[in-house]
């Protein structure tokens, strides 16, 4: 059976897609590891768990999604299609205008911070491999 879904990818507009209803479609669409996320009473996002950090996506209800997730209807705790009234009211929430400001600066805060975490880890590992040295010679 298929359902009418919408399939959210970084730096790309919202696709309305129809999928088979199988997790193991599901699994292989966005990977392995699911992570629902209740958008409301009938409807969930479904998302990789493990996605890369640096592929920032959009924001939603102080999340931070990364990859590609859907958003699907659910009833009775079963996949189903999403209503039109759905379906036009989260193409409007995750919009790539009203989302591409806000990643950016988060990805930019992002980098930024992970830098200086290596640069900080880097400085430690001279440092260390320094003594280390000191310790061999004496």
Avoid: W
Wanted: aromatic share 10%; net charge positive.
């Amino acid at each position: 059976m298929k359902i009418k879904c919408l399939l959210v990818m970084p730096g790309k507009e919202v696709q309305k897609v129809r999928i088979p209803a199988n997790i193991k479609f599901i699994k292989a669409l966005i990977g392995k590891n699911l992570l629902n996320i209740k958008a409301n009473e009938n409807n969930i996002i479904i998302a990789n768990q493990n996605a890369k950090n640096d592929e920032f996506n959009r924001l939603f209800g102080g999340y931070i999604l990364y990859g590609t997730f859907i958003v699907v209807s659910i009833k009775k705790n079963r996949r189903i299609s999403m209503k039109k009234k759905d379906i036009i009211r989260f193409s409007n929430i995750f919009k790539l205008s009203k989302h591409q400001k806000k990643i950016e600066k988060f990805k930019d805060e992002f980098l930024e911070e992970y830098y200086y975490r290596q640069r900080k880890n880097k400085q430690k590992n001279r440092k260390h491999n320094k003594e280390q040295i000191f310790k061999n010679a004496a």
